[in-house]
């Protein structure tokens, strides 16, 4: 007896060659899929307990969002039109400093909801403070059912780029301790949770470690075989620093400090310089493009093409509420298959397929989870979308790769599997509760705010 038999879909495989199968079904044994292939042939071989009819629908693998804060969705839109630093300094962090577990636990929950509801399936976080509690959000993570490698942030300097006093004391840490924590949560939650969760490094920006506090954390990754995150050449001050103070490139400086492998994601990777490229490639390391993020505070235009044509993997990320402000996969996909044809003036860079790519496979590569995520295939794990094609904005069906990247959204995402579990059918989130939460983050949201005496709201008079 099998599980689940999804039928009738359009199957996007991302498999090898890349094929798509009409009239396609995928079939769930436990956490795993064990076989793909032609409704016809497939249904009449498995007696399932689920079969779920996705005519007019396409299947396709979970999205991976590889950057991540979970912690800034409750404070989405609280620091628009601001650029980098500042809406750091005067919002993001302080806001973020008055969060106590409950705040952190809320938001993870928001999060949470808003990725699955948009087709993410498995996330990487890009570092969680103590204050936000990471056992509540690594039990909120589980009891929600996603995918996540969750970092610890780690620092033992206050400074971003040349800025010495950039992280405000409410979100300050000092190296012992970050390292400690993040090795407890290594032995407590790496691996675990049915091997949903696994616990990452998250370093923090240049500036805020010493050289040899990055060689330690890429110590203590290399023995507990995990994934370091770092946010890397953002805006231009970061690049101006490392060649100021150290005399190198960002990438130089990462391989100084011993920060490169296949289990580092870099963030953003705006200003990378071309020579970078090549330790980039065959370091094999990730660079996780956030073009939302990177539009809205004016970061700059990522290298996109040229990284990709250098042989470097590239994955996307939505990055925060602050900063994007939604953590939707769908619209960043759009997002980064556009922006780099008008900055290049050639129509023909980044088509729809590649950026499926960067959000499926180049994603699933960057994870620790690697070869078995990102594509529907025997003996995958079982993480897969189905989008709702039957809507009038995404017909006619031409190429229903170029209607999901062009036409589509978050809210055309029909039913979410994870880990061979149906965690949303029919838009319904199975495994929280939906309204409840929307209903504590409104008056949480705006409770942080009075937190620090700031008045976030319309521009615009409001009678
Ligand atoms: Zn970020």
Redesign the pocket.
């Known amino acids: 007896m099998t599980d689940i038999v999804l039928t009738h879909g359009t199957v996007v495989t991302m498999n090898g060659r890349r094929e798509i199968l009409r009239d396609g079904a995928v079939v769930i044994e436990g956490n795993k899929i064990v076989s793909v292939g032609k409704t016809e042939k497939i249904k009449p071989k498995y007696m399932a307990d689920v079969e779920l009819d996705c005519t007019g629908k396409l299947v396709l693998p979970g999205l991976v969002d590889c950057?991540v804060?979970l912690a800034q969705a409750l404070i989405r839109g609280c620091a628009d039109d601001l650029s980098l630093v500042p809406w750091l300094r005067e919002r993001v962090h302080p806001m973020q400093g008055t969060y106590s577990p409950k705040d952190g636990e809320l938001s993870t929950k928001l999060c949470c909801l808003e990725m699955i509801k948009s087709g993410t399936t498995c996330f990487v976080e890009?570092g969680l403070h103590w204050r936000y509690g990471f056992n509540e959000i690594a039990r909120v993570v589980e009891e929600i059912g996603i995918r996540a490698a969750l970092s610890k942030k780690l620092m033992n300097l206050r400074g971003y780029a040349d800025v010495p006093d950039a992280i405000c004391e409410s979100m300050a840490e000092d190296g012992e301790t970050t390292l400690r924590q993040t090795l407890e949560m290594i032995k407590k939650w790496h691996g675990k949770a049915g091997n949903l969760i696994h616990v990452w490094f998250g370093a923090r920006t240049p500036g805020a470690c010493t050289v040899d506090f990055y060689r330690e954390m890429v110590e203590q990754a290399r023995k507990h075989q995990t994934g370091i995150t770092i946010?890397l050449g953002e805006v231009k001050q970061d690049i101006d620093y490392m060649r100021k103070e150290f005399k190198m490139t960002p990438m130089e400086f990462m391989r100084h400090c011993g920060v490169v492998g296949p289990h580092v994601i870099y963030?953003?990777g705006v200003w990378i310089p071309q020579e970078d490229f090549k330790i980039l490639s065959e370091t094999e390391g990730t660079i996780c493009h956030?073009p939302a993020?990177n539009l809205k505070l004016a970061s700059g235009f990522a290298p996109v093409p040229e990284m990709l044509h250098a042989g470097v993997n590239v994955a996307l990320g939505c990055?925060?509420g602050p900063?994007n402000n939604c953590y939707d996969m769908i619209r960043e996909m759009k997002l980064a298959a556009i922006v780099h044809k008008a900055r290049l003036l050639d129509p023909e860079v980044l088509p729809a397929e590649r950026v499926l790519e960067m959000a499926t496979v180049n994603g699933a590569r960057a994870t620790l989870w690697g070869k078995e995520l990102g594509s529907l295939e025997p003996g995958k794990l079982a993480d897969l979308i189905v989008v709702d094609q039957r809507n009038p904005h995404l017909v006619p069906v031409r190429n229903p790769v170029s209607n999901l990247v062009y036409a589509a959204n978050g809210s055309d995402v029909d039913t979410v599997i994870i880990d061979g579990k149906i965690v949303m059918q029919g838009r319904e989130v199975k495994t929280i509760d939906e309204a409840k939460i929307v209903e504590r983050v409104q008056e949480t949201g705006l409770e942080v705010d009075k937190r620090l005496g700031l008045e976030i709201g319309p521009n615009w008079p409001v009678k």
């Open positions: 950057h804060h890009s946010h963030v953003h956030c993020s990055d925060g900063s």
